[in-house]
């Protein structure tokens, strides 16, 4: 602990004026061999060892919103041909998440089975355990911070204190310092930062969606599992499904 404060203290020298409002691009990296059934590993040569796809994350000292950058928009979401087979992410491709940190509040936007929703809450509070470990990303020194929601899912963050902003991409935030990678179930999801501009943002960049059926995380929850059913959907990282067709 004494290692932890001693560095926050050390940041917080080259933070305590610096600018607070930037653009992070993230890469978000799917291993779609890692998330095939035991029943279904036949089908590795069939499909692409990976799935990746673009985010900006705009963000000020409270708010951000992060979204697909405008060449993904029309790709992120589109069916993978390959072997006669196909298969489609759902609930990805066109979502736009809003966070006000000082109001508690996140907006998730989602399009699901060509319908948008609006997912509205507060935004998770995660049981961050912060070790030792350090490394670089984009010349930014970074901690590692990790949480293991269940027997089946963890995840670990890193995070640079030089950016004092205790936000982060998609979902993830209260950490001291910015997110710049988060890795799900061992390389099973990573969403990680390639590009950093920390530079005055346009303060409409920040508005949050308002298209779609406004629903709490569990009505959302519901109707995504109700449809799994239905199509024969494979459960994803990050609370995405893949559809499987021959």
């Known amino acids: 602990m004494k290692y932890v404060l001693v560095l926050l203290l050390f940041s917080g020298i080259f933070t305590a004026n610096a600018q607070t409002t930037g653009m992070i691009i993230f890469e978000e990296k799917t291993d779609l061999h890692k998330m095939l059934p035991p029943e279904r590993e036949d089908m590795k040569d069939m499909i692409p060892h ?17 979204k697909p950058k405008k060449e993904e928009e029309l790709t992120d979401n589109e069916a993978m041909q390959g072997g006669g087979m196909r298969m489609r992410f759902g609930g990805r491709g066109n979502r736009v998440v809003y966070k006000n940190l000082d109001l508690d509040t996140v907006i998730d936007s989602r399009e699901f089975m060509q319908k948008q929703f609006l997912v509205v809450g ?101 109707i995504q599992q109700e449809k799994l059913k239905e199509m024969g959907g494979q459960p994803g990282p990050g609370g995405h499904m893949m559809f499987i067709r021959g």
């Not at 269940?150 to 030089?162: G, K, M, N």
């Not at 390389?187 to 590009?195: L, N, S, W, Y």
């Not at 950093?196 to 406004?214: N, V």
């Open 122 to 222: 507060v935004p998770q509070q995660r049981k961050w355990k912060i070790g030792k470990n350090q490394k670089e990303i984009l010349g930014y020194n970074c901690m590692e911070a990790s949480f293991q929601e269940d027997s089946t899912h963890q995840y670990v963050a890193w995070f640079t204190p030089l950016i004092a902003i205790s936000n982060g991409p998609a979902d993830f935030q209260y950490l001291p310092g910015m997110i710049l990678q988060i890795d799900m179930n061992d390389g099973e999801r990573t969403i990680t930062a390639t590009e950093i501009s920390m530079e005055p943002i346009d303060p409409l960049a920040l508005e949050a969606p308002k298209k779609g059926k406004e629903v709490t995380a569990e009505e959302f929850e519901a």
């Open 50 to 66: 990976y799935n990746t796809s673009k985010f900006e994350f705009i963000f000020s000292e409270t708010e951000s919103i992060y």
